[in-house]
C-alpha cells in the first residue's frame, strides 16, 4: 500500500505492507527523525536546488544526545511496536563528519564506521534502546480491517511529508516552482479522496487476502 499513490511516485517516503497477518508501516526521510533521536539534525529545512546540481543542500547542527519522545509526532491509525533507526552513510565524509565523532552518536549504532544507527523502540510506556541482539518479539497478528488502519497510516504520513517535511524549494527557478506546486497540490488533492474513500468503505477491497 502506498506505492499505487501519486504523493509516492513523486515522494517514496512510505509504504505499508501486510505480511503473513502481520501490519508493516515503514517511513523513511532525509534526518526524519535525528533531532528526536538526539543525532545531528537538519537546523534549517534542506534547500532543493536546480536539476543537474550536485544536490541538495543542508545545514547540519549538532545532535541532542537525548531522546525526545514521543520520536515520531505524526498521526498514526494504527497502533503497535515502534522502531526507529538513524542512518548516516553519506554524513561520515568531511566536513560532516566531526558532527558524528562523540560518545553518544558511537554508543547508540549498530556499526559506527558504516553510519548504521541503533534501534530505538517504543511500545506503551515502554521505550529503550535495543541492544546487539536485535529487535523484540513485539509484533502481533492484525486484527479485522487492520488494513485500513496501515493505509490510513500511510496516506498521514505521506500527507506530513508532502507538507511539513517538504524542502524549500525557493531557490528553483519560477518554472520549476510552478510545477514543483502543482506536483504537490495534485498529490494531497489524490490523498485527501483516498483518505475520505477509505474511512467510508467497510472493507478494502484493494488489499488482497483476509484479515488475521
Excluded at 2 to 25: Q, T
Excluded at 155 to 180: F, M, V, W
Amino acid at each position: 500500500m502506498g506505492p499505487n499513490l501519486l504523493a509516492f511516485r513523486f515522494a517514496p517516503v512510505a509504504m505499508g505492507l501486510i505480511i503473513n497477518g502481520l501490519c508493516f508501516v515503514n517511513i523513511s526521510c532525509d534526518y526524519f527523525l535525528a533531532r528526536r533521536l538526539g543525532f545531528p539534525y537538519l537546523h534549517k529545512p534542506l534547500i532543493s536546488l536546480r536539476s543537474g546540481s550536485t544536490g541538495d543542500y543542508g545545514e547540519l547542527a549538532p545532535g541532542l544526545r537525548r531522546v525526545m519522545r514521543p520520536v515520531f509526532q505524526g498521526s498514526l491509525v494504527l497502533s503497535g511496536a515502534e522502531y526507529f533507526q538513524p542512518m548516516f552513510p553519506t554524513e561520515l565524509n568531511w566536513p560532516c563528519r566531526p558532527l558524528y565523532e562523540n560518545d553518544y552518536v558511537k554508543a547508540h549504532c549498530l556499526e559506527w564506521a558504516s553510519g548504521v544507527g541503533g534501534i530505538f523502540h517504543s511500545r506503551g510506556d515502554r521505550f529503550h534502546w535495543l541492544g546487539i541482539d536485535g529487535i523484540e518479539r513485539a509484533a502481533e497478528p492484525c486484527r479485522i480491517g487492520a488494513e485500513k488502519k496501515v493505509m490510513l497510516s500511510v496516506i498521514s504520513a505521506l500527507k506530513q511529508l508532502n507538507t511539513r517535511g517538504s524542502p524549500d524549494y525557493s531557490y528553483r527557478t519560477p518554472e520549476d516552482r510552478r510545477l514543483i506546486d502543482a506536483r504537490i497540490n495534485a498529490s494531497l488533492k489524490e490523498l485527501r479522496v483516498f483518505e475520505q474513500v477509505i474511512r467510508s468503505s467497510p472493507n478494502a477491497p484493494w488489499v488482497q487476502g483476509k484479515s488475521a
